[in-house]
């Protein structure tokens, strides 16, 4: 099980770190109270308590998630960019089915993993990853380093994590902009729900972010992904097409 002193090495490389219980926050603000502070990480880790480790992303990297469990794998990446995926730092997932979390040169600007193939998340600064030595809740399994310079994106999953260029809106849709909270919603779900192919993830991205921007509550949200489930989207691409735009806009991690 990691240590107090596996979490001490880590921040002293300059790694925000806090205590997971397998692979949920074991503090009350989750990543946001990820620190370097010693004498804050020797409070987490007392003793003998056994924890997982946690660390945000620094700033200056991206995290690209492969999730074999959720269909994605290193070939289906590798094919998004072009052929060829540089080597560079990793960490894989001791569930031992190929999963792993590849550390790249942040490119700058904002990112989604909207256009990415199935079973492919992005992570930035706003999230965090499970760190070695920490065991895989599943499989009692460490989670191990690849370790490598962390490298450049190539250009085609650069163009890949951009958000979809904004859809123009259609004026029966900007004049709902008048309508009342529920109206609105449903208006949106209908924009979502009549997108041509092609168009599908870039519309419901789109209307997610004016769900935020809007405030809406829970209710909003089911109608936009029912709507994507009849536009033709999976369940599990609308609900991280939403999840997306959550995160874009500071609402999720």
């Known amino acids: 099980m990691p240590t107090r002193e596996d979490a001490l090495r880590l921040a002293a490389a300059g790694w925000p770190v806090l205590p997971l219980r397998g692979k949920i926050p ?15 990480i020797a409070r987490w880790w007392p003793g003998s308590a056994q924890h997982n480790i946690g ?14 469990q959720n269909g994605g794998s290193l070939d289906a990446l590798r094919a998004a960019a072009g052929g060829y995926l540089p080597q560079t730092l990793t960490v894989h997932s001791g569930r031992g089915t190929g ?30 990853c499970v760190m070695p030595p920490s065991l895989h809740p599943a499989t009692g399994q ?13 250009t085609e999953l650069i163009a890949r994590l951009r958000p979809a260029e904004p859809t123009p ?12 909270a529920a109206l609105r919603a449903a208006h949106l779900a209908r924009f979502v729900q009549d997108a041509p192919e092609g168009t599908r993830n870039a519309r419901l991205y789109w209307a997610a972010c004016e769900a935020i921007r809007e ?9 936009l992904e029912g709507a994507a489930l009849v536009a033709g989207l999976s369940e599990s691409e609308a609900r991280r097409t939403i999840a997306s735009a959550r995160r874009t806009l500071g609402h999720g991690s």
């Open 99 to 128: 999963g792993r979390h590849l550390y790249y040169l942040h490119p700058g600007g904002q990112v989604t993993s909207t256009r990415l193939p199935e079973g492919i998340d992005v992570k930035t600064d706003r999230g965090y």
């Open 169 to 180: 809106l259609p004026a029966s849709l900007a004049a709902s902009s008048r309508l009342p």
């Open 55 to 68: 660390a945000r992303v620094p700033r200056s990297l991206i995290v690209l998630d492969i999730d074999p």
């Open 215 to 223: 405030g809406y509550g829970v209710t909003a949200f089911d109608l």
């Open 142 to 154: 460490p989670y191990r380093w690849e370790l490598a310079t962390p490298a450049h994106l190539p």
């Open 26 to 40: 074991a503090t009350a603000h989750g990543v946001k109270d990820a620190t370097t502070d010693p004498a804050t």
